[in-house]
């Protein structure tokens, strides 16, 4: 079945970039998400990508895609510390009665020092 | 748009009693989701319906939850008796295509003592 794996922690100081990575396992995934999660707050959509682009830039957040590895990554330039959440990777499988499922991975907690 | 509205935002309650959590999603969305965050599990999909109906209920951890969608604007997620094991955050979310990912809900925070 559909697995996302992510590392847990990812700690990094205020002005210096992060990357957070995802894994996932189903070959057939047509858009892959990533969410971010403030304390006390419900899952934000921050961004997603098709399965047939390996780019997409919006702002500060670049995200790749390498389908051939199944890996995704999530890159916050100049990071702030209000971008301290748990940043969470998803994928929507291409199948018919569950296209509208997301897999979740388990959220990577970005904490930024300053 | 208000977003996709949960309530309550807290909810204490002693092990035994019926908890009902509410959810109105974005109007004009046809599938919507109801899932359970803790931190052992991360979160866990429990059911979805798509145009009021229930399209995949595996998720639900037993029968003492149940979940209803009487109409497109709301829909509830029941729990009897509940358990101190059931304390979690319990997000809804919507969407209206595969492509435009999910609108989440503030959360649920359910205590059960």
């Known amino acids: 079945g559909e697995d996302v794996e992510q590392s847990l922690f990812l700690s990094v100081r205020e002005g210096d970039s992060s990357v957070i990575n995802c894994t996932y396992t189903d070959s057939s995934s047509t858009y892959l998400y990533w969410y971010k999660q403030e304390p006390g707050a419900g899952l934000q959509l921050l961004t997603y990508?098709?399965?047939?682009?390996d780019m997409k830039q919006d702002q500060r957040l670049t995200v790749l895609l390498n389908k051939k590895d199944k890996h995704l990554s999530l890159r916050i330039a100049d990071t702030q510390t209000g971008d301290s959440a748990i940043y969470f990777c998803?994928?929507?499988?291409?199948?018919?009665?569950?296209?509208?499922?997301?897999?979740f991975g388990k959220g990577t907690k970005l904490s930024v020092i300053p | 748009d208000a977003g996709v509205i949960q309530s309550p935002r807290h909810e204490v309650t002693e092990m035994g009693q019926e908890v009902t959590l509410r959810c109105k999603p974005i109007?004009?969305?046809?599938?919507l989701f109801w899932y359970r965050q803790t931190m052992m599990r991360g979160l866990e999909l429990l059911i979805y319906?798509?145009?009021?109906?229930?399209?995949?209920d595996s998720g639900m951890p037993e029968d003492r939850f149940s979940a209803k969608m009487p109409n497109a604007s709301f829909s509830t997620l029941k729990i009897q008796p509940s358990e101190p094991r059931d304390s979690a955050v319990y997000f809804c979310?919507?969407?209206?295509?595969?492509?435009?990912?999910?609108?989440f809900g503030s959360g649920t925070r359910l205590t059960v003592v």
């Open positions: 998803a994928e929507s499988p291409n199948s018919g009665a569950g296209s509208y499922q997301l897999t």
């Open positions: 990508i098709f399965s047939n682009m």
């Open positions: 109007s004009g969305h046809n599938s």
């Open positions: 319906f798509n145009n009021n109906v229930p399209i995949d």
């Open positions: 979310a919507s969407t209206q295509s595969r492509g435009g990912g999910y609108t």
